[in-house]
């Protein structure tokens, strides 16, 4: 039996992809889940997703984690309807791709609120449920390698889970004394199918969706996202204090750790390689390329391609409609 097993558990990001597959497995390990997103019609989809295909009922609550007010309705309501908040996982946000030149200062105010401080209002709010928590409160916020190291053309979405890192890890040492634990979770590449969907694109689009589909979506890359999400849950599950997902990921951060210069420079050589961009002119969202942004010129990049396109169906990136 899961030490989960009748919990009261809240996903934010939790209407498709990596939230919608925690969700999922939080369900299947007897929680009494609550689902928050800001899209109503893919908070639906999400749970006939769940029901028709795991067999598994959700809540679903529409909330943008950005707005402090919504979130501390969102737990007030999953409290009210479920008898407490147990576990909270905080997992929404957004991922620009592109040069520094080409994002512009509104798009790292803009991962700023959707990531740092839709994680830091999830948290604040999240707290004083998980102190009344009969079983000890367990809070996990979604981070990623990128915040463990900065990654080229990921400049805005590195900086926002870089200060998720430092609040998962300053909240798991003060709250340790009230029984909650605090879980940072730093995964590599998942393949959510996200990337091919709902990623924004700047400076030369198609080249940068190009480049960071084709590595979102190769298996000795990226991860399967089912088997990412089972792990998360079961760091939760396990009261981890941290959880880096991938062989990559988790190499990579010893090895910044152990060498930050030569990392660097490393990664100074990768960006050599990556697209040149203009100035900022606004960008595109994933499922809006077409034509040559979508045409592999190589076996593995049509593997990448393929992986993508089934991940975004099968994890309500498109809605029921495009997964039939």
Request: charged share 25%.
């Amino acid at each position: 039996m899961s030490d989960l097993e009748g919990l009261s558990a809240v996903v934010t990001g939790g209407s498709r992809g990596l939230g919608l597959l925690i969700a999922r497995e939080l369900a299947d390990r007897g929680c009494r889940v609550t689902a928050a997103a800001r899209d109503p019609h893919e908070l639906d989809e999400a749970a006939e997703l769940l029901r028709t295909r795991a067999g598994v009922e959700v809540r679903t609550a529409v909330c943008d984690v950005r707005d402090r007010e919504a979130v501390r309705k969102l737990m007030a309501d999953a409290a009210r309807d479920t008898g407490s908040v147990d576990v909270v996982i905080g997992n929404a946000g957004i991922i620009q791709v592109g040069p520094v030149g080409a994002v512009g200062a509104d798009e790292f105010r803009s991962a700023m609120d959707s990531i740092f401080f839709g994680a830091l209002n999830t948290s604040l709010e999240a707290l004083p449920h998980l102190r009344r928590s009969s079983t000890g409160g367990r809070l996990a916020l979604i981070g990623s390698i990128g915040g463990l190291l900065a990654v080229p053309h990921l400049l805005p979405y590195s900086c926002a889970k870089a200060a998720v890192a430092a609040l998962a890890e300053g909240l798991h040492e003060e709250q340790a004394r009230y029984g909650i634990t605090v879980t940072a979770v730093h995964p590599g590449l998942m393949r959510t199918g996200s990337a091919p969907v709902h990623a924004l694109f700047g400076g030369d689009a198609e080249r940068e969706f190009a480049w960071f589909s084709a590595i979102a979506g190769l298996p000795l890359l990226s991860m399967d996202a089912e088997r990412a999400a089972a792990r998360i849950v079961n760091a939760v599950e396990r009261r981890r204090t941290r959880i880096v997902l991938t062989p990559v990921a988790r190499a990579g951060a010893k090895f910044h750790g152990l060498a930050p210069v030569l990392t660097t420079r490393l990664s100074t050589l990768v960006a050599r390689f990556l697209p040149e961009g203009g100035a900022p002119s606004g960008l595109v969202e994933g499922q809006d390329l077409a034509g040559p942004a979508r045409t592999a010129r190589s076996r593995l990049r049509r593997l990448a391609g393929v992986l993508n396109e089934r991940a975004a169906d099968r994890f309500n990136q498109r809605g029921r409609a495009a997964s039939g």
